[in-house]
């Protein structure tokens, strides 16, 4: 069985984003870009997957020529092979989800595993719309996954729960954090990555339906009172919460 | 030509969740600044207070019913709302941002070709168009964002539109049933966390960090969050540390959270974690540290001991709840 995983290529959580001059995109200015975390559970997955059912794995990322850093720290984690499907200009996420279809196809993986959302533009949405347009079926935001023969049983988070879900493949599932602890890279590993050639080939071309207007920050928080500094305070807190905010 | 609004109303249980009347009052907003119809549209068995959707400014409801369908279903409901969606004509769906919105959005956007914007906090009309806010970094900035294809979908985030009453009137209800639904992707069992609220949904959120010092503590948090009916939170540390499930994590790698009164027990207020809560109508801090981050957004704060001051809010709180 082939195996794919779709990795995107983010700002740390820990960078501070600034918008750039422009209003258009942020200041890249010390910003360090990592694997998006979500992604690392996927990979895990992938290589969980093929250690137990055997198969080939490879990685897809669509971006520029710096998301390579982030397939080679997959192939170091063990991914077999890599495709970067180059393309640095802005794309909505339907317009992703169409040229990742196109790759999935071409490399004809019967299990598909995505971050559940990149930590950048926040829509979660990659995965899903990924299997509607290949015909796939698909589980979101998934903690636990099972395979038993072509049948998929994951769970997967909700609101107060977890709801869980069956289907058959193919299948894309989308990976939540919780759903397995990913592995450090080993040195042989990075070692074996750094030798392996990333197949380059032009993202396919698509429609945007969104279009960027413009960035901004949100309306600065006022930093409040300090109430006091020790449990004498708590009386007047409570007051404050009770009538002056009437949250309690 | 002119719009038709359709706004997915979420069940669970039976019950209409309270996401779904804030999305039917925004569309009752949106149809009166752009002279457009709007419906609702409701998938499962049954469903109680369906009507009541009227007082929230939404006329019309169109029920599909199904025994399978009481539970969410991606492959059964997508199938069901994009051909309702293409058979009324509807240009522009709102969703709740839920779970089952979050999943279910996209798969719609696909289906029909359409342009989505999740997560929004705001939808504006300019120009006769709709310019949508949505956080991205997780709300360490916020985009404008306008959507040209034919369709348009957008998902609200909870919490942040009003579910106001805008008069006394019922819905119409029209239920029809659903011939062999599309099961193929289906929920089989709901696995419900015990008797706790989901910080997601909370209008209350009591969240600890690394200064509550083991996961024992976390008691207090407990404590606190059950006396005000709020939800327990966590920061990534202590969910790191595998003090506190994953589920409890607020913040860039867990939920973005918008509830009325956040109080952080201490947490310094790393910068991930900040974006996840920063839109919280009210913040309290307690920390020992009066150079944590967290005193920088937090309407009231507390610099001291959490070991002596929680207990004290503890008390308190039962003084005014008796």
Redesign the interface.
């Known amino acids: 069985m082939k195996i794919a995983v779709c990795v995107s290529h983010v ?1 740390d ?5 600034n ?1 750039a001059g422009d209003g258009k995109g ?1 200041d890249q200015t010390g910003v360090t870009y990592v694997v998006n ?2 992604d690392e559970f996927a990979i895990e997955e992938t290589l969980k997957t093929k250690e137990k059912l055997g198969g080939e794995t490879v990685a897809i990322s669509l971006g520029g020529e710096a998301n390579k850093e982030t397939l080679r720290k997959a192939l170091a984690m063990g991914i077999d092979s890599a495709v970067l499907l180059k393309d640095e200009s802005y794309r ?3 317009s992703v ?1 169409k040229a990742l279809a196109e790759e999935i196809k071409t490399q004809n993986a019967e299990l598909v595993f995505f971050g559940k959302q990149s ?11 990924t ?3 290949l015909g796939y ?5 998934v ?1 636990d996954f099972k395979l038993e023969g072509n049948k998929v049983i994951a ?14 493949l193919p299948a894309i599932i989308t990976a ?3 759903l397995n602890e990913p592995r450090y890279a080993s040195l042989k590993g990075i070692m074996s990555a750094k030798k392996k050639v990333i197949e380059e080939k032009p993202a396919a071309a698509a429609t ?11 309306a600065p ?1 006022q ?9 004498t ?3 007047e ?2 007051r ?3 009538e002056e ?1 009437k ?2 | 030509m002119g719009n038709k609004i359709l706004v997915l109303l979420e069940q669970r249980n039976g019950q209409i969740k309270k996401a779904s009347l804030e999305a039917v009052k925004t569309a009752y907003d949106l149809s009166s600044k752009l002279s457009c119809e709007s419906e609702a549209i409701v998938i499962g068995n049954d469903i109680e207070n369906m009507e009541s959707i009227g007082n929230y400014g939404i006329g019309k409801v169109k029920h599909y019913k199904h025994s399978d369908l009481q539970n969410y279903s991606p492959s059964a409901y997508s199938k069901i709302l994009a051909e309702h969606a293409k058979e009324t004509g509807a240009s522009i769906i709102i969703i709740p941002n839920t779970s089952l919105g979050k999943d279910l959005a996209p798969r719609i956007a696909a289906k029909l070709d359409a342009g989505l914007a999740m997560d929004c906090i705001s939808l504006d009309i300019q120009n006769s168009e709709i310019v949508a806010t949505r956080p991205i970094y997780a709300g360490k900035v916020l985009l404008d964002v306008k959507l040209n294809s034919t369709v348009k979908i957008f998902t609200l985030r909870p919490n942040v539109f009003t579910a106001a009453m805008v008069g006394e009137s019922k819905a119409d209800i029209e239920s029809v049933n659903v011939d062999n639904p599309d099961l193929s992707t289906k929920v089989v069992e709901i696995k419900k966390s015990e008797g706790k609220l989901d910080v997601a949904e909370a209008e209350i959120i009591v969240s600890g960090g690394r200064g509550m010092k083991s996961a024992e503590h976390f008691n207090m948090v407990e404590e606190l969050a059950q006396l005000l009916g709020a939800a327990s939170g966590a920061s990534r540390a202590v969910v790191d540390a595998g003090w506190r499930p994953h589920s409890e994590q607020v913040g860039q790698t867990g939920k973005t959270v918008s509830p009325t009164l956040y109080i952080a027990l201490g947490i310094s207020g790393a910068i991930q974690h900040l974006a996840g809560m920063r839109s919280s109508k009210y913040i309290v801090a307690v920390n020992k540290d009066k150079d944590a981050p967290i005193f920088q957004i937090a309407d009231y704060g507390i610099v001291g001991d959490i070991f002596e001051v929680v207990p004290a809010m503890i008390e308190e709180i039962k003084k005014i709840k008796s």
């Open positions: 700002p959580t820990a960078a501070k984003i918008i942020i975390p979500y909505d996420s339907l989800a930590v950048d533009f926040d829509n979660s949405v990659v995965g899903q719309m299997a509607e347009l079926n698909c589980i979101s935001v903690v769970e997967r988070e909700i609101e107060g729960g977890k709801e869980v879900v069956e289907t058959l939540q954090k919780g945007n339906f969104v279009d960027a207007v413009t960035m901004k920050r949100p928080k930093a409040g009172k300090i109430v006091g500094t020790d449990a305070a708590v009386p807190l409570i404050l919460l009770h905010a949250v309690i």
